[in-house]
């Protein structure tokens, strides 16, 4: 990687300003001075300095957001403004979300440049579990249960795969449930209740896989995973 490329990235300023600091002599490589913004370096073997502070590159990273309501999934979009602009501490524009919630959905949503990992949490064949907590109008019944189990039919003819529906509470015509699907489908559990004549007035992730929301996170806060709940969303033996 070149060396201007990885302090841009680290968060060390433009690369007009990493530029400078590199003519300035500021840089170090494995204890030499560099000089030349183009020179190719290796983050994970050379020792890189600026002004005597060492770089710790990371090849890839893992972020929880506790989505809020008016943002979309999208690294870039012409109406709303978009999950990736609410983490302000990372420098790099390969930053994405790890699938979609709709536009007024909120909750767990984690935000990564892992494209491996992302691949195997959103292929249909891993079948990875995800957990929504929602607010219903219309009074959510047992019936409705085994229908979700047996599998909601939605856009006419497609059959949704067999998912658990909980029900919390009813109270003034207002249920409130939990739902776990296997499918990532266009606004899947709002159509799954409107086949039943019912409306989903709101929605929250609340896990995927074994990685639950963090409850301290307010509505546009984030934090980076740590390692045991990174282990636990690449942990194979959890999928259906």
Known sequence: MRIDKLLAHSGFGTRKEVKELIRKGYVTVNGEIIKKDKAHVDPMRDEIRVDDEKIIYEEYVYYMLNKPSGYVSATEDNVYPTVVELIDDYYRDDLFPVGRLDVDTEGLLILTNDGVLAH????????????????????????????????????????????????????????????????????????????????????????????????????????????????????????Q
């Open 120 to 239: 195997q949490l959103l292929s249909p064949k891993r079948h990875c579990p995800k957990v929504y907590y929602a607010k219903i109008k219309g009074i959510v019944t047992e019936d409705d249960v085994q229908k979700f189990l047996k599998g909601i039919v939605i856009n006419d003819d497609y059959q949704c795969q067999s998912a658990h529906l909980t029900i919390l509470s009813i109270n003034h015509g207002e249920s409130e449930i939990e739902v776990e699907i296997y499918e990532g489908k266009f606004h899947q559990v709002k159509k799954m209740f409107l086949a039943l004549g019912k409306e989903v007035t709101y929605l929250k992730r609340i896990r995927m896989k074994e990685l639950y929301l963090d409850t301290s996170l307010q509505l546009g806060e984030y934090r980076r995973l740590t390692d045991e709940e990174l282990d636990r969303l690449k942990d194979e033996s959890v999928l």
